[in-house]
């Protein structure tokens, strides 16, 4: 036997879930850092990002 305590199957359920919940938010953050990688490597979007930033008080 083993020295690891057992963990129930509705615990399992729960962290398999959060597990899900935190993949599809890195998900999300990848594409919008992808989405801004873009955006500033764009020399024509360079002007309209700098002016965004300006107007939200220089947070994006």
Known sequence: MSNEPVVGNSEVKTLEERV???ER???RKTLEAEISRED???PDNKTDIAATLVAQGGSR
Do not use: C, T, V, W
């Open 20 to 22: 899900r919940e935190l």
């Open 25 to 27: 938010m890195l998900g």
């Open 40 to 42: 500033f490597q764009s």
